[in-house]
């Protein structure tokens, strides 16, 4: 089995940054694609940006030039600094692996629990 565990959301105000992190647990081979989705209150769940173990990544329209995705292939773990944030930045984001082979030679799929980030204004 594979787990993703998030960290790092909160409530700030309007223009200031938090930095969101993802660890993948289990006995992982390796991870094709890491990323951060979104959802908000009444909408669909959205991607926000999305990383290979290569370091290609894409975002959302509305994160570029704000929204900054890393990882750490040798730790599992993916990160989203998040700078100047809006109000209508506020949702859960989840994390997901895609691809993820495991020792046993299984593919998997994984999500996160979810992390609330509050933008107040």
């Known amino acids: 089995q594979v787990q993703l565990v998030e960290s790092g959301g909160g409530l700030v105000q309007a223009g200031g940054s938090l930095r969101l992190s993802c660890a993948a647990s289990?006995?992982?081979?390796?991870?094709?694609?890491m990323g951060w989705y979104r959802q908000a209150p009444g909408k669909r769940r959205e991607l926000v940006a999305a990383?290979?173990?290569?370091?290609?990544?894409n975002y959302a329209d509305s994160v570029k030039g704000r929204f900054t995705i890393s990882r750490d292939n040798a730790k599992n773990t993916v990160y989203l600094q998040t700078n100047s944030l809006k109000p209508e930045d506020t949702a859960v984001y989840y994390c997901?692996?895609?691809?993820?082979?495991?020792?046993?030679?299984?593919?998997?799929?994984?999500w996160g629990q979810g992390t609330q980030v509050t933008v107040s204004s």
């Open positions: 289990g006995t992982i081979f390796s991870i094709n694609r």
């Open positions: 990383i290979t173990s290569g370091g290609s990544t």
């Open positions: 997901n692996a895609d691809h993820v082979v495991t020792f046993d030679g299984r593919w998997h799929d994984a």
